[in-house]
């Protein structure tokens, strides 16, 4: 998973709020690295309040993909 910290470095300076292909398209300006650009492409189309809501997403995709695991007893 990509961390925050890097996306944080990235979308620095972007305007909130701001859509996916906003975030996309400033990452891409900024020379994202591959790993960050994957990561915002996979959120979903939706506007975002604020760099919170953009981690959250990522995020959100990132817990998609995984394996469940045993259950908290």
Known sequence: MVSTAVVSEVLKGLDFPADKQQCVDYAKRRGAPREV??????????????????????????RKGEMPGPIPK
Request: net charge negative; aromatic share 8%; charged share 25%.
């Open 37 to 62: 650009m994957e990561a915002l492409e996979r959120m979903p189309n939706v506007k975002f309040d604020s760099m919170a809501g953009v981690f959250h997403a990522i995020g959100q995709e990132h």
